[in-house]
T-cell receptor
Framework: DADVTQTPRNRITKTGKRIMLECSQTKGHDRMYWYRQDPGLGLRLIYY???????NKGEISDGYSVSRQAQAKFSLSLESAIPNQTALYFCATSDGLAETQYFGPGTRLLVL | SQQGEEDPQALSIQEGENATMNCSYK?????LQWYRQNSGRGLVHLILIRSNEREKHSGRLRVTLDTSKKSSSLLITASRAADTASYFCATDFYNNNDMRFGAGTRLTVKP
């Protein structure tokens, strides 16, 4: 079984809709991250969380919100989706001591 | 803004040749990491090098770090078609808690 899972894997939605992307991990890590990837731009950090009570904005948090429901779960919400949020979204986890990040398989989101 | 920038953006070589990719960054770092991504998939961690290290090896991978030049290189020796992927460097800001990724180098290894 994969250590970091993301649901859904693919999603098509319309402008203005609310959408939630979910991430679960079985690695027992405290730190979790959400990134988006656009062609040619690499990954950009949206939000990160160091534990259930600690949520931090990343480089591009506008238009997004997150919820850390438990150590193992970290959800990303688009309150009112817009077309320029079309991207590939990745969740990642890390052990604060090791700092290596472990990525999920990604969610491909298309906003029409 | 991105912290790391990879060079070249794309690299095409024949199987068996060595591939070298470079990463430059702007501010002081705690460590630098290299990741690999197969098309449309999640990133896979390759190697981490700390700011007080100059070189690390892992199998066919060799990473160097020059903090005076704020640059790192990833060398893949004896490349294989299966090495075809995008390679990203990632750095953490000194005294900060997030990581910044470069735009990546797209490596194609022709059989």
């Amino acid at each position: 079984d994969a250590d970091v899972t993301q649901t859904p894997r693919n999603r098509i939605t319309k402008t203005g809709k609310r959408i939630m992307l979910e991430c679960s991990q079985t690695k027992g890590h405290d730190r979790m991250y959400w990134y988006r990837q656009d062609p040619g731009l690499g990954l950009r950090l949206i939000y990160y969380s160091f534990d259930v009570k600690d949520i931090n904005k990343g480089e591009i948090s506008d238009g997004y919100s997150v919820s850390r429901q438990a150590q193992a779960k970290f959800s990303l919400s688009l309150e009112s989706a817009i077309p320029n949020q079309t991207a590939l979204y990745f969740c990642a986890t890390s052990d604060g001591l090791a700092e290596t990040q472990y990525f999920g398989p990604g969610t491909r989101l298309l906003v029409l | 803004s991105q912290q790391g920038e990879e060079d070249p953006q794309a690299l095409s070589i024949q199987e068996g040749e060595n591939a070298t990719m470079n990463c430059s960054y702007k501010t002081s770092i705690n460590n630098l990491q290299w990741y690999r991504q197969n098309s449309g998939r999640g990133l896979v961690h390759l190697i981490l090098i700390r700011s007080n290290e100059r070189e690390k090896h892992s199998g066919r991978l060799r990473v160097t770090l020059d903090t005076s030049k704020k640059s790192s290189s990833l060398l893949i020796t004896a490349s294989r078609a299966a090495d075809t992927a995008s390679y990203f460097c990632a750095t953490d800001f000194y005294n900060n808690n997030d990581m910044r990724f470069g735009a990546g180098t797209r490596l194609t290894v022709k059989p």
